[in-house]
């Protein structure tokens, strides 16, 4: 459905410089964040690459604990030790660069 009616009202600087930047960390116009708040949508935030990066390692770990899981379950215990120390060498690494 198209758009035609225009809804306008004041505010002042700090009020739009804050609304901006609360649109701007959703990823879309103030127009579009001022219509989904006053609907009462939930407002989605989009994540930075910093943030992005973390899901995706948090991802490799996920993956990493599924094999430990699958492999004991197998009784390979060789296979969980190794990749044991894989996964934990990786986390410490990463958090390593948190220092």
């Not at 758009?3 to 410089?17: A, D, G, P, S, Y």
């Not at 701007?24 to 930075?48: H, Q, W």
């Not at 990493?64 to 990749?83: A, P, Q």
């Amino acid at each position: 459905m198209k758009r035609i009616k225009k809804i306008e009202f004041r505010v002042t600087r700090t009020e739009h410089l804050y609304i901006k930047n609360k649109a701007d960390k959703a990823g879309c116009t103030v127009s579009e964040f001022l219509r989904n708040t006053a609907m009462g949508y939930p407002i989605t935030y989009k994540l930075s690459p910093e943030e992005l990066e973390v899901y995706k390692q948090l991802n490799k770990f996920s993956d990493n604990f599924r094999r430990i899981g699958n492999l004991y379950k197998l009784g390979d215990v060789t296979g969980v030790k190794e990749t044991s120390v894989a996964t934990a060498k990786l986390i410490r690494s990463h958090l390593n660069k948190l220092k």
